[in-house]
């Protein structure tokens, strides 16, 4: 429990890290208010249509379990022990995780933050819907914000957490201060979202599972929800010659998943109409740095706001509350040596994260199916069973470990190294026991020199 009982802070965003922040918060004792500028969640599901499921795994459950809501949600999470590949002739296979019993859970988004906007309702955090950001002084310590009725007013606050997404109107009021540095980058694709009903009352695909038809330089993914439903989303170029600009008719769109998608045709009575209507969503990467000027900080999506396919995005934002708690707490609670701490440690592994999401994207589109990789896959599970203290594939150190993003984005490098290295131990072929031991030691003498 804190000291300054009385202090004051304001959150920007009510979103998934600007109401679990909250509830970390106001168990120190602090008020704490939030502002958002959409409605209430509780009230109108905010994602309908244009939502990826997201997919919670240990650092985001580290977070929740640290703030007491993780019980909450347990109950509505769906467990998926791996990737199952769904090629063009309906085959399947499943490509596991990490080790037995290692797997990440699909959760709804809108029930995950209505569930934590309640939770801090019941420690009287305020939550204000509705309010736009309209500027934030840095030097004052205060926002000015616009109410439902237009009316502006000013809000003052020993401490301003800008985390209201990747268009933050925090973030755009410092990228006017001397030497913040920012950058955008939006992918060639974009997103559509779809929904598979239960068939006869049950899920119509393995709910233990997620789902990737991988078509090279397009996608399609499915995971499970609660009513027995899937979320799915069709990851496809927002223009050009094989787009979502160019597909438009009934004729067009019924010709593309017959030849790419045959067999979610029939999972999908209504396909024409979700095509038509779901919204074609953008994605893209946002980096900035400094996070902190005097007491106002940016976290989550505000500050590093990335692409969804490691299913690292929510997880990263989680694991912000917890680094930033802990910073808190080493430097007594004192705002501006903890904010400014803070930030200068996580923006590396938030740069680390946005990569590896980038690269997965490719991965999970074009590699999956291929067989070097599934080979090479192979490979790594064998060296991690047999020297579980010297190699852990880099997809378990980013999803099953504390290990710090950057750390685990740097040993992925070397493991690429192992492997380009020694290609004729393990491609086209079932590496020995030797082969296996090898590798591994080609791998520590990396991590000695």
């Given at each position: 429990?804190?000291?300054?009982?009385?202090?004051?802070?304001?959150?920007?965003?009510a979103?998934?890290?600007?109401?679990?922040?909250s509830?970390?918060?106001?168990?120190?004792?602090?008020?704490?208010?939030v502002?958002?500028?959409?409605?209430?969640?509780?009230?109108?599901?905010?994602?309908?249509?244009?939502?990826?499921?997201l997919?919670?795994?240990?650092?985001?459950?580290?977070?929740?379990?640290?703030?007491?809501?993780?019980?909450?949600?347990?109950?509505?999470?769906?467990?998926m022990h791996?990737?199952?590949?769904?090629?063009?002739?309906?085959?399947?296979?499943?490509?596991?995780?990490?080790?037995?019993g290692?797997?990440?859970?699909?959760v709804?988004?809108?029930?995950l933050?209505?569930?934590?906007?309640?939770?801090?309702?019941?420690?009287n955090?305020?939550?204000?819907?509705e309010?736009q950001?309209?500027?934030?002084?840095?030097?004052?310590?205060?926002?000015?914000?616009?109410?439902?009725?237009?009316?502006?007013?000013?809000?003052?606050?020993d401490?301003?957490?800008?985390?209201?997404?990747?268009?933050s109107?925090?973030?755009?009021?410092?990228?006017?201060?001397?030497?913040?540095?920012?950058?955008?980058?939006?992918?060639?694709?974009?997103?559509?979202?779809?929904?598979?009903?239960?068939?006869?009352?049950?899920f119509?695909?393995?709910?233990?599972?997620?789902h990737?038809?991988?078509?090279?330089?397009?996608?399609?993914?499915?995971?499970?929800?609660?009513?027995?439903?899937?979320t799915c989303?069709l990851?496809?170029?927002?223009?050009?010659?094989?787009?979502?600009e160019?597909?438009?008719?009934?004729?067009e769109?019924?010709?593309?998943?017959?030849?790419?998608?045959?067999?979610?045709?029939?999972?999908?009575?209504?396909?024409l109409?979700?095509?038509?209507n779901?919204?074609?969503?953008?994605?893209?990467?946002?980096?900035?740095?400094?996070?902190?000027?005097?007491?106002?900080?940016?976290?989550?999506?505000a500050?590093?706001?990335?692409?969804?396919?490691?299913?690292?995005?929510m997880?990263a934002?989680?694991?912000?509350?917890?680094?930033?708690?802990?910073?808190?707490r080493?430097?007594?609670?004192?705002?501006?040596?903890a904010?400014?701490?803070?930030?200068?440690e996580?923006?590396?592994?938030a740069?680390?994260?946005?990569?590896?999401?980038?690269?997965n994207?490719?991965?999970?589109?074009?590699?999956?199916?291929?067989?070097e990789?599934?080979?090479?896959?192979?490979?790594?599970?064998r060296?991690h069973?047999?020297?579980?203290?010297?190699?852990?594939?880099?997809?378990?150190?980013?999803?099953?470990?504390?290990?710090s993003?950057?750390?685990?984005?740097?040993?992925?490098l070397?493991?690429?190294?192992?492997?380009?290295e020694?290609?004729d131990l393990?491609?086209?072929?079932?590496p020995?026991?030797?082969d296996?031991?090898?590798l591994?030691?080609?791998?520590?003498?990396?991590?000695?020199?």
């Amino acid at each position: 429990m804190t000291d300054q009982p009385n202090a004051h802070i304001v959150i920007l965003g009510a979103g998934l890290v600007g109401s679990l922040l909250s509830i970390h918060l106001a168990k120190e004792g602090y008020l704490v208010k939030v502002y958002e500028k959409r409605p209430d969640p509780r009230k109108k599901d905010l994602y309908s249509g244009r939502s990826i499921n997201l997919a919670l795994s240990d650092r985001g459950i580290k977070a929740l379990k640290g703030a007491g809501v993780y019980e909450q949600i347990a109950d509505e999470l769906i467990p998926m022990h791996g990737r199952i590949i769904h090629d063009e002739a309906g085959n399947t296979n499943m490509q596991p995780y990490g080790k037995e019993g290692q797997h990440i859970n699909s959760v709804s988004r809108n029930d995950l933050n209505c569930m934590l906007v309640d939770e801090a309702e019941k420690l009287n955090v305020h939550f204000m819907f509705e309010h736009q950001c309209e500027k934030v002084d840095t030097d004052a310590s205060e926002i000015t914000l616009k109410d439902p009725n237009g009316v502006l007013f000013v809000e003052p606050a020993d401490l301003i957490i800008g985390s209201d997404g990747a268009f933050s109107a925090v973030r755009a009021t410092l990228q006017f201060k001397q030497g913040f540095n920012y950058s955008q980058m939006y992918l060639e694709h974009g997103y559509k979202e779809f929904l598979i009903p239960p068939k006869d009352g049950e899920f119509a695909l393995d709910p233990n599972g997620l789902h990737i038809w991988p078509r090279k330089s397009f996608m399609f993914i499915a995971l499970p929800n609660p009513d027995k439903s899937f979320t799915c989303t069709l990851f496809f170029r927002l223009k050009g010659e094989q787009s979502f600009e160019s597909i438009n008719t009934n004729e067009e769109i019924k010709s593309f998943f017959e030849t790419y998608f045959k067999d979610l045709i029939p999972l999908t009575p209504d396909l024409l109409d979700q095509y038509h209507n779901n919204p074609a969503s953008t994605l893209v990467t946002i980096k900035c740095s400094p996070w902190a000027y005097n007491t106002t900080l940016l976290i989550g999506d505000a500050s590093h706001a990335i692409v969804p396919f490691y299913g690292q995005g929510m997880n990263a934002g989680f694991e912000d509350c917890t680094v930033l708690m802990e910073t808190l707490r080493k430097h007594n609670f004192d705002f501006v040596n903890a904010i400014h701490e803070f930030q200068k440690e996580r923006v590396k592994d938030a740069n680390a994260i946005s990569d590896l999401a980038l690269k997965n994207f490719i991965e999970m589109r074009d590699k999956v199916s291929d067989d070097e990789f599934i080979q090479r896959k192979k490979t790594e599970a064998r060296i991690h069973q047999q020297f579980p203290e010297i190699w852990t594939p880099q997809y378990s150190m980013v999803t099953f470990s504390e290990l710090s993003y950057s750390q685990a984005f740097n040993l992925g490098l070397l493991q690429d190294e192992v492997m380009e290295e020694n290609k004729d131990l393990w491609l086209n072929q079932e590496p020995s026991d030797e082969d296996i031991k090898h590798l591994a030691n080609q791998f520590k003498l990396k991590l000695e020199s």
